[in-house]
């Protein structure tokens, strides 16, 4: 098994193997709260295609942002903490960010898309040791896929540790993280989008036990489909 690290947009185009798209602060956090609370997600690229899309499907939620701010109409934002402990059972939940879900559709060269982020690490190591591919490539996608983030690119080498057997401290990645510049904004008491409570959870290790594959769903959108590590694709 090879591993490799690519950033952004580009590395998501580039991206070979089993492909981990890595959003922490929040895409791929929110989206695994989304699924533990019933949900099914669809993710799309583009704002009104994520409008188009919910309109064919009764009863769908809209769920984006861009630079963090909620989307105009939207029920959503992207948090985890707006999504734990609600009751999405039996709901589709149209999904459009400005990093991860770029990210996920840039991706098409790989032959396995997963999504990454703190929350479902370990998961995300079983499922790739599970699969046991020639090639994976983690990618950090950084803010907005164009410019590197901390946490991204620290989940990345988490990742790699993991699967290369070489030492991790979370902890100290954890206490580092809650003041990088993109952590910033939930800090801020202006910023409602970016509840404080989003931190502890985009920092909460292993809370969930499945990874989130990608593949395709309605309307050009891509189900983000839930798998426990080594189920068959």
Same mark, same amino acid.
């Given at each position: 098994m090879r591993v490799f690290l690519t950033q952004g947009l580009e590395g998501a185009r580039q991206a070979k193997g089993l492909a981990v798209i890595i959003d922490v602060f929040r895409?791929?956090?929110?989206?695994?709260? !989304?699924?533990?609370?019933?949900g099914e997600i669809l993710a799309v690229a583009a704002e009104d295609q994520a409008r188009a899309l919910a309109g064919t499907l009764p009863g769908s939620l809209l769920m984006g942002e861009r630079d963090c701010v909620p989307l105009p109409g939207f029920d959503f934002g992207n948090s985890p903490a707006? !999504?734990?402990?609600?009751?999405?059972?039996?709901?589709? !939940?149209?999904?459009?960010?400005?990093?991860?879900t770029q990210g996920l559709a840039a991706a098409s060269g790989a032959e396995e898309i997963v999504t990454g982020s703190f929350v479902n690490a370990r998961a995300v190591v079983e499922h790739i040791r599970a699969r046991d591919p020639e090639t994976v490539t983690l990618v950090a996608l950084g803010e907005s896929g164009l410019w590197p983030s901390p946490e991204d690119s620290m989940c990345a080498i988490y990742l790699k540790n993991e699967l290369e057997?070489? #030492?991790n401290s979370f902890e100290t990645?954890?206490?580092?993280?809650?003041?990088?510049?993109?952590?910033?904004?939930?800090?801020?008491?202006d910023k409602d989008y970016a509840p404080a409570r989003d931190l502890d959870l985009c920092l909460d290790l292993d809370r969930f036990?499945?990874?989130?594959?990608?593949? #395709?769903?309605?309307?050009?959108?891509?189900?983000?489909? #839930?798998?426990?590590p080594g189920a068959p694709a």
């Open positions: 895409a791929f956090t929110t989206a695994c709260f !989304v699924h533990a609370a019933g707006l !999504v734990e402990g609600r009751d999405l059972s039996g709901r589709t !939940v149209v999904f459009t960010t400005s990093a991860g057997g070489f #030492p990645l954890a206490r580092y993280l809650r003041d990088v510049p993109s952590a910033a904004k939930f800090h801020a008491p036990g499945f990874v989130l594959a990608a593949v #395709p769903g309605p309307g050009g959108s891509l189900l983000l489909q #839930p798998r426990t």
